[in-house]
């Protein structure tokens, strides 16, 4: 019998997050080429699934149950709600999960794509666009 070693979930999550973070810790992230599916994978799919169905790799380690993105719409009377999942994506709604509006995870990149750029709100509303749209093209009715 051979011995199989397991991390705890906890520090999985940890090591997924800590991940995750490296290129905040080494300066903002170059994102402008990204398209919404580029940017769904690096942000989103750590709690959220690849696929958008609340099955990330970091959700189990979560106290709350992450929601699927692929019925947004039809969790919203068959309309995709593209100003409040805006919102919640630039972090003018806040989502207990997503903590404050400096989400860890994304938030200090996409506001400092643009850094030391006149155009840096411009660029931020591009990147949160391109995400938001992504989210309207994987709805599954």
């Not at 999985?12 to 599916?37: D, K």
């Not at 006149?118 to 660029?123: F, G, K, L, R, V």
Request: aromatic share 6%.
């Amino acid at each position: 019998m051979t011995l199989q070693r397991k991390l705890p979930l906890g520090i999985a999550a940890a090591i997924a997050i800590a991940t995750l973070m490296l290129p905040i810790c080494a300066g903002a992230e170059e994102l402008s080429g990204y398209n919404g599916a580029q940017l769904y994978k690096r942000f989103c799919a750590s709690c959220h699934g690849v696929h958008g169905l609340g099955d990330g790799p970091v959700a189990p380690t979560l106290n709350v149950m992450v929601p699927d993105l692929i019925h947004i719409a039809r969790r919203h009377g068959g309309e995709f709600p593209a100003d409040l999942v805006r919102r919640i994506v630039d972090g003018r709604a806040v989502e207990v999960p997503h903590g404050t509006r400096d989400m860890p995870v994304w938030g200090y990149e996409f506001r400092n794509a643009g850094a030391g750029d006149a155009s840096a709100d411009s660029t931020t509303d591009e990147l949160v666009s391109r995400l938001v749209d992504y989210l309207r093209s994987i709805q599954k009715q």
